[in-house]
């Protein structure tokens, strides 16, 4: 980066000579001391010829004098303005002094320069709301900690070379408290440290990896605040010890739960899952990571600084898409209360529905499963040949005459029926709403495949009409058929929602469309209760 001629000392650093720096070169000690400042020994030997440093008050230009334990040392830091050009962009403050400013970072925005990319950093922004940087040195005036380009959140900035120095120290020495969040693969242990040395990755040297030769030592502790459903994804913070490049990506994906929307550390099968949740994969273009909470002691005044920022709402927003599930919907009732006209009107508006009488009658059909497993047991009871159907009206009427084969029966076809159901729940997996019909759901203990009951109410005398005028039922058929099942009343109370036929399809259709809405405000809820969830856990009292 180019500089000018002008040049300036800021306030000098000073230090008593300790007892291990006894016989150390002057230059070295002062190296020493600046090592995190990555400034060259060559430019301390420069400044100390200059007589720029000073022992027990008396200049010194000879950069080779020897130290003697418990001598008061000074250098004067040169600094050297840059030349870099202001950029008018927005910089969103957190906190302001004359000493350092404290930043909201957004994604996209690199922090300094570098080869091939001269200008559009934070770093030119800086420049522009505060001049008296460009009269520090370097490409990197006024930094002291890095964030990645698409890493968003806290990031403290020096605004002169002391304070500079001294926050370089701080963070050098593990005095800064440094937390993440970050949205991470699958569900880790609950809490865990890490403790892996990082360096460079040996063979693609744009990324970093944990190297337990040659990587410089680095530690992380992680706690999860919370996990989506099906454990999809979970929200970790992460609080790191160390500083070393890319160490939250490296660390998390060290341990098997790398970032979502890392390219770099994530393998592709760890994303296969975003392709079920709809849209989920054009929001997540960056690796979720947050700069969360940072704490510092401020380095004049030492007074203790604590800032907690949320994250963007990209973040939130992702996590509120991707724990979206499908909302499963079961229906039951009693025979003839209308359940199979209300599943038409459902599939009318668009919503996927499934029965699991129609499943049972595709079972039952000549080479099905059901068709198999009767056929295999009872002979031709039931099914006179391998060319014929299943002879449904002696099976109906074995079951009334001889309860221990209806359970036998139950025990055979319903896992069959159950595998549909989760076939049918599987095609439909990114569906905002799926509903399916089952008569016997309470009877079966079904119900945890749920995350609504619904019942449909209708009044005794016309279901019981209707089922002796559509099916022939007589009046002791249908008390036969109602005994295997709970009665009415408990099997309403059981549900969570109630659906009331009036009588006629018209008006039943109309119900269908009442239920969509009601279906829709409970997704909303859920959202809601999410939403105030997420914002709690980011966003805890102080």
Not at 166 to 178: E, G, I, N, P, W
Not at 262 to 281: E, I, M, T
Not at 338 to 346: A, F, P, T
Not at 416 to 441: I, T
């Amino acid at each position: 980066m180019p500089q000018s001629d002008e040049k300036h000392a800021d306030a000098p650093l000073t230090a008593i000579a300790p007892m291990e720096a006894q016989g150390q070169r002057l230059d070295q000690f002062w190296t020493n001391q600046l090592v995190e400042q990555e400034v060259a020994r060559a430019k301390v030997q420069v400044w100390i010829k200059e007589g720029h440093a000073r022992i027990n008050g008396q200049a010194c230009t000879r950069p080779s004098r020897r130290i003697v334990r418990g001598e008061h040392l000074e250098l004067e830091v040169v600094v050297m303005k840059s030349d870099l050009q202001p950029e008018n962009r927005e910089l969103r403050i957190l906190h302001l002094d004359e000493d350092l400013v404290v930043l909201n970072k957004p994604a996209g925005l690199v922090v300094h320069p570098a080869p091939g990319l001269a200008m559009g950093t934070l770093v030119h922004r800086l420049i522009h709301h505060f001049p008296e940087l460009s009269e520090l040195a370097g490409a990197r005036p006024g930094i002291v900690h890095r964030l990645d380009k698409d890493t968003t959140g806290v990031m403290v900035v020096a605004l002169n070379e002391s304070t500079r120095l001294r926050l370089a120290a701080s963070f050098a020495d593990r005095q800064v408290d440094k937390t993440y969040l970050a949205l991470v693969h699958g569900r880790p242990r609950a809490t865990d440290f890490i403790d892996a040395p990082i360096g460079r990755h040996p063979t693609w040297k744009t990324r970093m990896a944990v190297l337990p030769k040659g990587g410089k030592p680095a530690q992380s502790e992680y706690r999860v605040l919370w996990s989506a459903a099906h454990d999809r994804f979970s929200l970790v913070q992460v609080h790191i010890f160390s500083g070393r490049t890319h160490q939250v990506r490296v660390h998390m994906q060290h341990v098997g739960h790398p970032l979502l929307g890392d390219a770099s550390y994530c393998p592709n099968h760890f994303r296969a899952w975003q392709k079920d949740v709809p849209g989920l994969d054009k929001l997540v273009e960056r690796p979720m990571l947050h700069a969360w909470k940072l704490g510092f002691a401020h380095p004049q005044t030492h007074e203790p600084l604590r800032f907690q920022l949320p994250p963007p709402k990209a973040m939130t927003r992702i996590m509120l898409v991707g724990s979206r599930t499908t909302q499963r919907v079961g229906l039951t009732g009693m025979p003839g209360c209308g359940k199979s006209l209300l599943l038409e009107n459902l599939a009318a508006i668009g919503i996927p529905v499934w029965s699991a009488d129609m499943a049972i009658a595709e079972l039952y059909k000549p080479g099905q499963d059901g068709w198999e497993l009767l056929r295999r047991r009872f002979g031709d009871r039931f099914i006179a040949d391998r060319n014929s159907q299943v002879d449904k009206r002696a099976l109906l009427q074995a079951l009334r005459e001889t309860p221990h084969l209806r359970h036998e029966l139950e025990a055979m076809i319903h896992p069959l029926a159950r595998h549909r159901l989760e076939c049918f729940w599987e095609k439909h997996r990114g569906a905002r709403v799926a509903v399916a019909e089952v008569p016997l759901l309470l009877e079966t203990g079904w119900t945890s495949g749920f995350d609504l009951l619904v019942g449909l109410a209708c009044d005794a005398h016309r279901r019981k009409a209707w089922l002796c005028e559509k099916r022939g039922w007589n009046e002791e058929l249908l008390a036969d058929v109602e005994s295997w099942q709970w009665p009415e009343a408990k099997k309403l109370r059981a549900c969570h929602l109630i659906v009331e036929n009036p009588g006629t399809p018209d008006q039943l259709q109309r119900r269908a469309e009442a239920l969509t809405g009601i279906l829709r405000r409970l997704r909303r809820r859920k959202v809601r209760r999410l939403l105030s969830k997420i914002n709690g856990l980011v966003n805890p009292k102080q």
